[in-house]
């Protein structure tokens, strides 16, 4: 099995950043797709952004601009670079990875933005 880790979350003023990360690990197959989603209390998951091993992203609209996926395969380890956060942004954020689409799933880390 692949295990997702996630760290970097916690409270920041609206307008700040915070850079969080995702460590895998066990498993031995490729981890082609990682991404990050998040979920607010009582809102449906939703993803923020994906990157696959070659490096190519996706993002979702509300966050193009402002966040910054990247991944370090010799590391296991992605990343999400949070600019200019918003109270919005408010969310529990999940890692997930798979050799293609999203089938791993870490615990979360909250990130709290207040105004």
């Known amino acids: 099995q692949v295990q997702l880790v996630e760290s970097g979350g916690g409270l920041v003023q609206a307008g700040g950043s915070l850079r969080l990360s995702c460590v895998a690990s066990?498993?031995?197959?490729?981890?082609?797709?990682m991404g990050w989603y998040r979920q607010a209390p009582g809102k449906q998951r939703e993803l923020v952004a994906g990157?696959?091993?070659?490096?190519?992203?996706n993002y979702s609209d509300f966050v193009k601009g402002r966040f910054t996926i990247s991944r370090d395969n010799t590391k296991k380890t992605m990343y999400l670079q949070m600019n200019s956060l918003k109270p919005e942004d408010t969310a529990v954020y999940y890692c997930?990875?798979?050799?293609?689409?999203?089938?791993?799933w870490g615990q979360g880390t909250q990130v709290t933005v207040s105004s």
């Open positions: 066990g498993g031995i197959f490729n981890i082609n797709s």
């Open positions: 997930a990875a798979g050799p293609f689409g999203y089938v791993y």
């Open positions: 990157i696959r091993s070659g490096g190519s992203t």
